[in-house]
């Protein structure tokens, strides 16, 4: 009499659940899918519609004031001045991006719901991110809505071919038989487990064993999403970056060509040799700050802005439209309201451009107006008091050229406001895209937003740049230089002091106007030993530079700068 074997424990689907490892490869891979893909279609519609550039964006500009000035302060090794904190802020952003991507993966190992879920809420994020922009335009949607479709997507795609393996690995491991003798030949085994169809939520189905995809197919799969997610990121930073700016800056180089060129510097302009930066400082090392954590791109041919709020009459003005007016340039200074005491965040340019004041006469600014706001093509923007651009003799401009070239990019490039006597955060907006007339009731600008004044004039300051601080030198005379700056009232006169003794005027170079720096050198006495070194400008109006300490916030750092330095 012919027996029937006891069917053996089948792992149904239900229970099966895909291996950690895989489940979080395939969710860090179709984050990584998503990203990229949302990546390259901004590189078609505009950069900055990229859902991670977004998000990156969207966190400088709602940062709270402490984290925006730790951003500020970060440094790290190989990057210049300006470019950390970009470069923290991005890779901040995609380490949180994988390990959400990771956590992910480990709650999907049973069903892709988790994972589909996710995707969802980080895409409406992303688009969410995308519309805030204040440089936001109706197809920058396009590319936050691929990131979705292309996460939706893939991570089902992924899902459900390590959820196959792991099935027909469960059905192969309950199916074989154990140890012991082999089954009558007319014994009836149980078949392995079939697939259930598609869940409610739309989840593929579990493959059966018959049908099931190798573990060489599962990893033939993720490598081309892997290798499909690097291309689309590296092709969206490049059609993002297919503005061929270096053609368009050869294309107008010869047509920068002030009315009002600047005269050549006087003799004594500075004391480079000893110790002071030169008059002009070259392109390449002028100080960089601002909050672009990619530098918009944009070709002069394709620039334009408006004018309007409270004018009278609206403009928009092309960059051909700048070129047809007068061009003037002037050496001017520019300062980082961020500047520490004795800090380098100042550089002086150049800057050829047209009256910024002619042009608000032009539009016809309406009684009550008080700010001019700038807004720059990265979406930053700046409040400007409107008074002070109307001074006749303030000499405000929009820039298109930096020292007999073209705006550098990552120097405003195609055009740029220049302010003289103002910190940078309330001046100085870089890649500038509108300006409204407005009103300091009605609307705030970035920095004000995070606690920085709304007037900032520049304070009367100076720093020592020779002996540097720490150094040894030679007991007996030593020359001490630096410079030192009162944008637009001008230095009248620079002051040292050794270990807190009387204070000794220092030579001053040949003024060039009120509106640069000023160097100064001096010959001191110092017996051997340690020694302390101070310095103070006082300005034009009689008034000297303060030995208060004040830190930057909220309208600029106040003290005497000092050094320490032993003789010997």
């Not at 090794?77 to 994988?98: E, I, M, N, R, W």
């Not at 589909?116 to 396009?142: E, I, N, Q």
């Not at 954590?293 to 928009?316: I, N, Q």
């Not at 500038?432 to 900032?456: C, H, I, N, P």
Request: charged fraction near 15%.
């Amino acid at each position: 009499m012919s027996t029937v074997a006891a069917p053996r424990r089948a792992t149904t689907p239900a229970t099966t659940r895909i291996p950690a490892g895989q489940a979080v490869v395939g969710s860090v891979l179709a984050f990584a899918a998503a990203v990229g893909a949302g990546h390259l279609v901004a590189g078609v519609v505009s950069p900055l519609s990229s859902p991670y550039q977004a998000v990156a964006d969207a966190v400088v500009r709602l940062a709270p004031p402490a984290l925006v000035e730790f951003g500020k302060a970060l440094t790290l090794p190989g990057l210049p001045q300006g470019k950390a904190d970009k470069f923290g802020l991005l890779l901040g952003v995609g380490v949180v991006l994988v390990l959400i991507a990771v956590f992910t993966g480990l709650a999907s190992r049973s069903s892709p719901r988790p994972g589909r879920r996710v995707v969802v809420v980080l895409a409406v994020l992303g688009l969410a991110a995308v519309v805030s922009s204040p440089v936001f335009t109706l197809p920058d949607v396009v590319a936050p809505l691929a990131t979705l479709g292309t996460g939706l997507w893939t991570f089902r795609w992924l899902h459900g071919k390590a959820m196959s393996l792991a099935v027909a690995r469960a059905a192969g491991t309950s199916g074989a038989p154990g140890p012991g003798p082999d089954p009558a030949p007319d014994t009836v085994e149980t078949a392995p487990p079939t697939a259930p169809p598609p869940d409610a939520g739309g989840a593929p189905r579990h493959a059966a064993p018959g049908e099931s995809v190798s573990r060489r197919q599962l990893l033939v799969s993720s490598a081309a999403v892997g290798v499909g997610a690097a291309g689309a990121g590296i092709g969206g930073y490049l059609l993002g970056a297919g503005v061929d700016v270096a053609a368009s800056q050869s294309d107008v180089a010869g047509t920068l060509r002030p009315a009002r060129p600047t005269p050549p510097l006087p003799a004594g302009a500075d004391f480079a040799a000893q110790g002071t930066p030169t008059f002009l400082t070259a392109n390449r090392d002028f100080y960089r700050i601002d909050t672009a954590l990619r530098l918009p791109a944009k070709a002069a041919a394709d620039w334009s802005m408006k004018v309007h709020g409270l004018v009278e009459r609206e403009l928009t003005i092309s960059y051909q439209d700048l070129l047809n007016r007068p061009l003037v340039e002037r050496p001017v200074t520019l300062t980082c309201v961020s500047n520490e005491v004795g800090g380098n965040l100042i550089s002086t340019a150049n800057f050829i451009g047209v009256s910024l004041r002619d042009l608000l006469l032009e539009a016809g600014v309406k009684p009550g107006a008080d700010q001019l706001f700038s807004t720059s093509l990265d979406g930053f923007t700046a409040g400007t008091p409107v008074e002070v651009v109307l001074e006749p003799d303030r000499g405000a401009m929009l820039a298109l050229g930096m020292n007999s070239a073209p705006l550098p990019l990552e120097h405003g490039y195609p055009v740029r406001m220049v302010i003289p006597g103002l910190y940078g955060y309330v001046s100085a907006t870089k890649w500038l895209a509108d300006l409204e007339v407005t009103t300091f009731d009605a609307k705030q600008s970035y920095w004000l937003q995070r606690g920085w004044a709304q007037q900032a004039p520049i304070k009367t300051q100076s720093r020592i740049d020779r002996p540097r601080s720490g150094a040894s030198v030679p007991a007996g005379q030593l020359t001490a230089a630096g410079i030192a700056w009162a944008q637009h009232r001008g230095i009248a006169r620079v002051e040292v002091r050794v270990d807190g003794g009387p204070w000794q005027p220092a030579q001053l170079s040949t003024e060039v106007n009120s509106d640069t720096w000023r160097m100064w050198r001096v010959e001191l006495t110092v017996p051997p030993g340690d020694h302390v070194l101070e310095c103070r400008a006082t300005d034009t109006t009689g008034v000297p530079q303060t030995p208060l300490l004040a830190d930057p916030v909220p309208d600029g750092a106040t003290g005497w700068p000092s050094i320490q330095l032993t003789a010997e």
